[in-house]
């Protein structure tokens, strides 16, 4: 560790006011050649020696060494515990105040005023971090405040070893959430178990006759030959590809209770990437406006990380989106038919935008709108009317929400799958579409 700065302890500001004041009065009242005086100048002259001392001990080298110990990967707005790990290699025992140099973006909890080490032993310190934004991030070198021995001095030793660490959108649930493949289990509220048409469907292989089984099932020349009842089995059509449009402009800045619309809206669809990889099914993403990415097709439970670190960092900017040449763009990577959820939060004149691009779009995929709903609108509507004021609010937010509804039904009737939801429900509504396509057939 290297010294950054030393100070004197308030111990050593006290004793040295006091000292002064005292040599003050003493110089007006007493006689130069008073033993009283010549005895306390000496003692100030030793006192100043200790402190020289005491200085010099104290900023020579630092008695303690420390290292932190942090999880690999940090989640948004989730506080992790963080160990801090002290060793005492002098024989005093040692007073210290730690301190973590971490980013404004970050808040730490956890650590008290001082601590105390005991000669040669070693004291683990447990604190907390929680992000307060997604990205990547230098967490500062570590502080350490010592009390010198005689507790005159405080000298700040600093670590210089920096951590580099990644802040993703909050992936606690994609742990527990095997069942969104919407065939058994479903836990997530919202979400729905659907029936195999039959159609659109893989042969996967031959068994014996279970009850359950339909006659349409069985394969009527195998069971011929091995004289008992011979079943085919049918599997999901995998290999299909699906591509995320994310809007990325200034509309998906609304605030909710989770956090953003945009917010919302990335954990969702990579949590929705989790489902579609898992599926053996081919996933992209296209982020649009000022900050576009893309992400070609992947394929593969493996690939789930991939498709997080690629968007993990995004953020909206303030632009107003530009659906055509978001869908122009797609186009030119992507045309063979797929399955696209355009993803965004439509304002009341948006349809005249976004029913063109959408049109376009369908002359090479199924579209499949998933509409972000402006919270406060209903915020309003749900308001108790008690004034002029409110009233006029609560009109002209029905009048918005039926503006909505009706921009929305006319993009159904265009044949686009619509999805108007609020952002807490978003998880649930794209696995949802995701799962009807594929079972249904569509694609």
Known sequence: MKRVSFKPSIQLVKL?????LILLFFTLVLDQTNPILELFVSASICFAVVALYDLFTSVKQCRLTVSRQLPNNLSYSHSHQLSLKVENNSNDSIRFKPSDCVPKEFEITGFSDNYQVAENQSIQLNYRLKPLKRGAFSLGPLELSITSKFKLWQTQWQDSDQVDVKVYPNFNRINQSESLKGINNLTTTGLKKLKKRGDGIEFHQLREFRQGDTIRQIDWQATSKRQKLISKEYQEEQNQHIIVMLDAGSKM??????????????????????TVLKQGDWFSMQSFNLTERWLPAV?????????????????????????????????????????VLLVTSLNDHDISEILPAIKRLQQHHLVALINIQNVSIHQIINAEID???SANQYCAAIELNNLYQFNLARL????????????????PHVVNTYLNVKHSGML
């Open 16 to 20: 040295l006011s006091g000292f002064t």
């Open 412 to 427: 159904a009737k265009e044949g686009v799958i619509v999805v108007d939801t609020q952002a807490e429900f978003l998880l």
């Open 299 to 339: 394929k593969g439970a493996q690939n789930v990380s991939r498709v997080m670190n690629h968007f993990y960092d995004l953020h909206p900017d303030e632009s107003a989106t530009d659906y055509m040449q978001a869908v122009n763009n797609l186009l030119l990577k992507r045309s063979k038919r797929s399955l």
């Open 387 to 389: 004034t002029e004021s």
């Open 253 to 274: 800045n609304l605030e909710t209770e989770i956090g953003t619309h945009f917010d919302a809206a990335l954990n969702a669809l990579l949590m929705l990437s989790h």
